[in-house]
């Protein structure tokens, strides 16, 4: 039996994300197949890299997708079922919309998959058939599925899957494309999984059963797949890997003899810790990716983000430089909080305080998550096409104290004056840390926004193609 994994990323995304210097791969489909028995053959695709051919063989396809790509997955799963073949669809996008993606798939699974994949491939292989309504299939986790009207299947867990044992990735589906297509490490992995925080405008807390309740990997077993990993840089897809202080030193002081790179995501609670800060340099911590999110602290009270506290930004970060530590700033814009004086503040201030890359985004408000709640309770939501909700290219809600274009076009604003030449440089004088690597992801960025501006007037200038056809 061939499966086929397609890590789903929307055209418009992709191009607007073509430029980057420095890229990180995605887990999902690497770890799934890892969890796939050997009786399946395993092919993977990841759209950021290369194009799916609709055209091949499979018994099964599965594709995972976030909000921006739905559209996009349901264009190939469309190709794959009009040639007969089986579709599974996964992923933040299919939790939180199931019943949407049920209408272009034979399966979705909702959630997570550690607890269930084995039981979807098993009942393909054995043709199982349920009649329509919910069937218990898992006394021990509460699994089951959902047989619609349509014939499409809807498998969920309701409990969050141990991550005790947990398979090592398949790296070596992790592809490398041509030129400007190098993955900078082929080693995500997962050491937790939660985070305590409830951001209104984030979908963990929906993805995952009890997700304010951590969980955790051994030790030991991370360090292994540290340690099996070829590469010398990993990247840890936590949710927040700093969510639990004496869980991550323990971690930090265990990678530390491996002498590998690393980074990956946290709050600011967690970098108020020295003890943490250190022991994650020494373990080989380069970067640290946080979600700043605004200078407004209104906007970030607004949007339960208080454990930000923006007088403190200064500081941490020189704290976080000062054991070599450079770091990544989540910046949003869009609050209702913000009115259009928010964009020129926050390039000041990350431009005073050395902030060393960011990710500027547009607020978008994922389907099911308290912010999209609010703006639709309130009619203020102007676009459903999910492809516009990347933050990156449109605006799909009417800000409180703007216009969308104003949104729109201070957020161009913002992000040409943070990747400018001189703020790079201004930026980078102050933060002086790994250099050798900063300036280079600053350049990739800067490039990147050509890509995006792209992105956008083809967003305009012509209905999508899938790569098969047309
Ligand atoms: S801290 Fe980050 S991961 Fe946690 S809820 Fe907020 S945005 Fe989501």
Request: glycine share 8%; net charge neutral; proline share 6%.
């Amino acid at each position: 039996m061939e499966l086929l994994l397609i890590t789903c990323e929307d055209p418009l995304t992709r191009q607007a994300r073509a430029r980057e210097l420095i890229r990180f791969p995605q887990l999902t489909m690497p770890y799934l197949a890892a969890l796939t028995p050997q009786t399946w053959g395993v092919s993977h695709v990841d759209e950021i890299i290369r194009a799916v051919d609709p055209h091949e063989r499979y018994d099964l396809v599965g594709i995972t997708a976030a909000t921006p790509g739905a559209l996009h997955t349901y264009e190939l799963a469309g190709a794959f079922r009009a040639r007969g073949i089986c579709v599974v669809i996964g992923g933040p996008h299919a939790t939180l919309l199931p019943y949407e993606a049920a209408q272009h798939a034979d399966i979705v699974v909702v959630g997570e998959a550690e607890w269930q994949w084995a039981r979807v491939l098993r009942d393909i292989e054995r043709e199982t058939h349920y009649p329509t309504g919910v069937h218990l299939i898992d006394e021990r986790t509460g699994a089951n599925v959902e047989m619609l009207p349509s014939g499409a299947r809807i498998y969920r867990c309701p409990t969050p899957a141990s991550l005790v044992g947990l398979p090592h990735a398949r790296r070596a589906l992790i592809h490398h494309g041509g030129w400007n297509q190098w993955w900078a490490t082929k080693s995500p992995m997962i050491a937790t999984r939660g985070c305590p925080h409830q951001c209104d405008y984030c979908a963990i807390p929906l993805i995952y059963p009890r997700a304010r309740q951590m969980r955790f990997r051994p030790v030991a077993q991370v360090v292994a797949e540290a340690a099996a990993s070829p590469d010398k840089g990993i990247v840890f897809w936590d949710d927040n890997i700093g969510a639990d202080l004496r869980y991550a030193k323990e971690l930090f002081r265990a990678l530390a003899p491996l002498k590998k790179w690393w980074t990956s995501q946290t709050t600011m609670a967690s970098i108020r810790d020295d003890a943490f800060l250190r022991l994650a340099a020494e373990s080989g911590c380069q970067a640290l990716f946080v979600g700043l999110e605004s200078v407004n602290q209104s906007s970030l009270n607004g949007t339960r983000k208080n454990h930000n506290q923006v007088s403190a930004y200064r500081q941490l970060l020189q704290r976080v430089h000062a054991f070599g530590i450079a770091l990544q700033g989540g910046i949003m814009f869009g609050f209702d909080e913000d009115n259009q004086d928010i964009f020129a503040r926050t390039v000041d201030l990350m431009g005073e305080i050395g902030l060393d890359n960011a990710t500027i985004s547009l607020m978008a408000p994922y389907p099911g998550t308290p912010a999209f709640a609010k703006l639709e309770k309130e009619k203020r939501i102007i676009d459903y096409d999910w492809r516009h909700y990347n933050g990156k290219t449109h605006v799909v809600y009417r800000p409180k104290q703007m216009t969308p274009e104003q949104l729109l076009a201070g957020y161009e604003w913002a992000k040409t004056q943070f990747y400018a030449p001189s703020h790079i440089a201004k930026r980078l004088a102050i933060s002086r840390t790994g250099l050798w690597w900063n300036i280079p992801r600053n350049l990739g960025y800067l490039f990147g926004l050509t890509g995006e501006a792209r992105a956008r007037r083809d967003a305009t200038s012509s209905e999508w193609r899938i790569a098969s056809g047309e």
